[in-house]
C-alpha cells in the first residue's frame, strides 16, 4: 500500500495581521534611527584602532623563512604558495641558487593564522591591517617583493582618527577616541 501524503493546514495570516507586522518593524527602525548614540564610524576620517593580536594581513620576513614550505601545505585555503626564484649562491661565487619563497593570493585568504602559527622561524606574522585598498583583483595575488612590505590602511594614511567601541551598560555601544599610547581618551 503507497504511502499517503498527510495534509497540514498553514495557517492563513489576514491583511490586518500583516500590516500590524509592517508598523511593528517600521517603529523598531524609526527608534534606532533617531538614537543619538548610534555607533556609525566616519570612515576614513576615523578608523577603529585594532588591538595586539589581531589577526589581519600576513607579512614575510624573507631573511628568518628556511623555505620548509609549511605555510603552503598547510593553507586550507591554498592560497599560499611556493614560487623559485634564481640567485647567486653566496657560498659559491658565480654559481646560481634555487630558492623558493612563499606567495601570498589575498583573494583565496581566510585569514585562519594557521601559515603563521606552523611557522617555524616566525617568519610570517600577522600586522594589525584590515581595510587595504586594491583596484583590481590581480593586485591582491602579492609576489615576494610586496609580501614583505607591510600593508598601510588608507584611514591611518589620510590622518584619520583612531576609534575604539566600548560597551556601556546604560548606552551600549559607544565610540571612544583612542590616544596614541592606545588608552581611550
Known sequence: MPAVPSRRRVPSYGFLSAIKGNLEA?????????NPNRSTL????????????????IVLNKAKCIMCESCARICPAAAMKMVRFQAP??????????????????????????????????????????????MNLAEMELGLE?????????????????VR??????KGLVKVRVSEGGGEQ
Do not use: W
Open 146 to 162: 610586496a609580501f614583505q612590505q607591510e600593508p598601510r590602511s588608507p584611514a591611518e594614511e589620510e590622518g584619520g582618527i583612531p
Open 42 to 57: 566616519h570612515y576614513p576620517r576615523e578608523y577603529i584602532k585594532l588591538r595586539p593580536g589581531y589577526r589581519g594581513y
Open 89 to 134: 649562491d653566496p657560498k659559491r661565487p658565480g654559481k646560481m641558487k634555487l630558492y623558493k619563497y612563499p606567495v601570498i593570493n589575498y583573494q583565496r585568504c581566510i585569514f585562519c593564522g594557521l601559515c603563521v602559527d606552523v611557522c617555524p622561524t616566525e617568519a610570517l606574522r600577522h600586522v594589525p591591517a584590515h581595510d587595504v585598498v586594491y
Open 165 to 170: 567601541y566600548i560597551f556601556d551598560p546604560e
Open 26 to 34: 517600521l517603529t523598531v527602525g524609526l527608534k534606532y534611527f533617531l
